[in-house]
């Protein structure tokens, strides 16, 4: 299953919400040295407790996310 995610990185705190079919992801970490994305990763991984990866926005805030 693919997933749309809009990251907001650096907020303070981690949090998840569906809005109109697209989660919107805070995150803690700031973007450099793609602390993010891994954050994402581990963060989506546990709330769905299901395998997750990258499929497209390595670099962009709207991401496609494949949950196993």
Known sequence: ???EVKVK???GKQD???IN???IVSLKQKTEDNK??????KF???KFKREVRLVKGLKSKNK???IE
């Open 44 to 46: 989506l991984k546990k």
């Open 36 to 41: 993010a994305n891994i954050e994402l990763l």
């Open 16 to 18: 998840i919400k569906k």
């Open 1 to 3: 299953m693919k997933i």
């Open 9 to 11: 990185p650096a907020s």
């Open 64 to 66: 496609i996310v494949e």
């Open 21 to 23: 079919g697209k989660y």
